[in-house]
């Protein structure tokens, strides 16, 4: 009895000893939708993709991007959850290629010099992040 008695003694002090937690300051993990850092998705190409399917040719308007893996947890698992500007459909991508930080957003029938442009944000567990604009125009 005494020692349980002493447990709880050293668990209540423990407990006691922390420093206050300022909820409002936990701003700086990129999975988080009130995320305050810098962008996490950085634009690299645009271009057009045509794929031959049975009876036709299908085009789409490919935004290519990454993700600053290095703003990320190590290991951190996600995929991208985009958004287009317009119709609000909603695409969850995957990196492409695998088990990398690059990803390509793909829209189907492209219209040259009409910007095509899409909330990207992070998404895992569920869950998104802040969502970042990226535009592209063929």
């Known amino acids: 009895m005494n020692k349980l008695l002493t447990l709880l003694s050293a ?4 407990a006691s000893c922390g420093k206050e937690l300022d909820v409002d300051t936990l701003n700086s993990n990129p999975f988080d939708p009130e995320y305050a850092g810098p962008e996490v998705f950085v634009f690299d190409t645009t271009y ?14 490919v935004i290519g991007f990454h993700v600053k893996s ?3 947890p190590q290991g951190a698992g996600y995929s991208v959850r985009a958004e287009r500007v317009g119709t609000g459909d909603v695409t969850l991508l995957n990196p492409d290629p695998p088990n990398s930080s690059s990803f390509k957003y793909l829209k189907v029938n492209p219209v040259a010099g009409v910007p095509e442009c899409v909330r990207l944000s992070l998404f895992n567990n569920n869950s998104s992040a ?7 125009t063929l």
């Open 11 to 14: 668990a209540l002090v423990l």
């Open 70 to 72: 290095e703003l990320l």
């Open 130 to 136: 802040r969502a970042e604009e990226l535009c592209a």
């Open 48 to 61: 057009v993709q045509l794929v031959n399917i049975p009876g036709g040719v299908i085009a789409y308007h």
